[in-house]
Each structure stands twice: as structure tokens, then as C-alpha cells.
């Protein structure tokens, strides 16, 4: 079975620059989240989406911060402008979903990103 | 707040040590407890604890989770220095889907 895929690896980018990253989930999967992991902080929510529907996006920072899941499979995460502080792994993963399951979330390889 | 807090911070161990890893949280529904291990980027799961599965064990890996204490441990034993990893611990509540996460805790285990 395929895992999340994520790309790009790795992403160098000057402040006030846009970037895009991309994912895709389990097949199967409903849900897909987006998280913002700092180093040597957990990884923290930025949106969750239940099929094509957001679910929670409370702290996506929604000046700069967007995303979107098309057709309910794959979904993009776009930051425009980028600051310093956006510098951190970003995450997506996926689960069965529902919500009376009790699923893992499965975690894609991720995307370093640096702000320079 | 609902929160995760994870203890300690970081560990250096040496191989064939025994160690303890320990999560507290404070969720006002709780549904699940699940640990993760992070080695490069990508969390990987490790064991799911529920109110009707509060034990779990894999090989060296064990897990147990206190629902009267809000509290899990994650006990490794006879260590190796490919445990060396951060390890995550995260809730998931009865009313959302998201799973919230602790700041982890880093494993440096040396040979």
C-alpha cells in the first residue's frame, strides 16, 4: 500500500516569496491534515480537511496561509507571503477518518522549509 | 486548554538501558492516546490506546495508559541505537478528528 506522498523534499525560499507544497493521501483515506512542525516543537495543526470539506482551520494563519483538497484526494498548502517564522517542516497525513473511529494518522515524508 | 505535556525533554541512554517516556494530557473528552516515533521527518506509528485497549506491547516497545492519572508511559527495553529517535505522543478527543501533539521527547541512545 502507498504512504502520503509529499513534494518537494525541501524548500529554499526568500521572505515575502510564495511556495506551494503538495499532497497526496491514502487512497481512501477521507481525512488529510496539514501540519506546521517547529524545530523541536510537536507537529501543530494548520487544517484538516474531511473530504473535500474543512473541518477545522482555526489555526491556519489565513493572511498568508491557504489550502485547498480538490476532489477531496489531493490537496495543496500555499503560504504568500513567507516570514522568517514560517521556516519548519510541514506535514500532511491522512486517516480513515469518521468520526467514531478510532484511526492513526498516517504522516508523509514532509517538507523542510527554510525562509531566508 | 486541552493540552499535551511530555516528559522529559530529551534523554541520552546507553545501549541496553531500559527507559521510561512519559505523557500527560489534559482533554476535556478524551477518545485516544497514541505514541509515535520521529526519526527524520516523518512520525511513524507506534500504538493506539483507547479507554477499552490500555496496554499495548511489541516487541521491546510497551505501552500502558492511566485513565484516572490522564497520563501514558512508553517503556523501551534493552535499548538500541536505532531507538534513537524523538518520540511523540498525541490525543485525539470525542468531538474532533485532530490529533494534538506534545512537544516530544528526544531519545539519544549510544553505543
Known amino acids: 500500500e502507498a504512504g502520503v506522498a509529499q513534494s518537494p523534499r525541501y524548500k529554499i525560499i526568500e521572505k515575502r516569496q510564495s511556495v506551494a507544497f503538495w499532497c497526496n493521501p491514502i487512497?481512501?483515506?477521507?481525512?488529510l491534515y496539514w501540519y506546521q512542525q517547529i524545530l523541536g516543537q510537536g507537529p501543530k495543526l494548520l487544517i484538516q480537511?474531511?473530504?473535500?470539506?474543512?473541518?477545522?482551520d482555526s489555526q491556519l494563519p489565513k493572511d498568508r496561509f491557504s489550502a485547498e483538497r480538490l476532489k477531496g484526494v489531493d490537496s495543496t498548502l500555499k503560504i504568500q507571503p513567507a516570514k522568517l517564522e514560517d521556516s519548519a517542516v510541514y506535514l500532511c497525513?491522512?486517516?480513515?477518518?469518521?468520526?467514531?473511529?478510532?484511526?492513526?494518522?498516517?504522516f508523509g515524508q514532509g517538507t523542510r522549509l527554510t525562509v531566508v | 486548554e486541552d493540552k499535551v505535556v511530555q516528559s522529559p525533554l530529551s534523554l541520552v541512554v546507553h545501549e541496553g538501558d531500559t527507559v521510561t517516556l512519559n505523557c500527560s494530557y489534559e482533554?476535556?473528552?478524551?477518545?485516544?492516546l497514541l505514541w509515535y516515533k520521529q526519526e527524520k521527518k516523518a512520525p511513524t506509528f507506534l500504538f493506539m490506546l483507547?479507554?477499552?485497549?490500555i496496554e499495548k506491547k511489541s516487541g521491546r516497545l510497551s505501552s500502558i495508559l492511566d485513565k484516572k492519572e490522564l497520563s501514558s508511559i512508553l517503556n523501551i527495553t534493552a535499548t538500541q541505537t536505532g531507538d534513537s529517535a524523538i518520540y511523540l505522543c498525541?490525543?485525539?478527543?470525542?468531538?474532533?478528528?485532530?490529533?494534538?501533539f506534545g512537544p516530544g521527547t528526544r531519545l539519544s541512545v549510544l553505543p
Open positions: 480537511f474531511q473530504n473535500n470539506g474543512v473541518v477545522d
Open positions: 482533554v476535556t473528552n478524551f477518545r485516544s
Open positions: 498525541a490525543y485525539r478527543d470525542n468531538y474532533g478528528q485532530n490529533f494534538v
Open positions: 497525513a491522512s486517516s480513515l477518518g469518521g468520526r467514531g473511529m478510532n484511526t492513526e494518522a498516517f
Open positions: 483507547t479507554s477499552s485497549g
Open positions: 487512497s481512501g483515506h477521507a481525512t
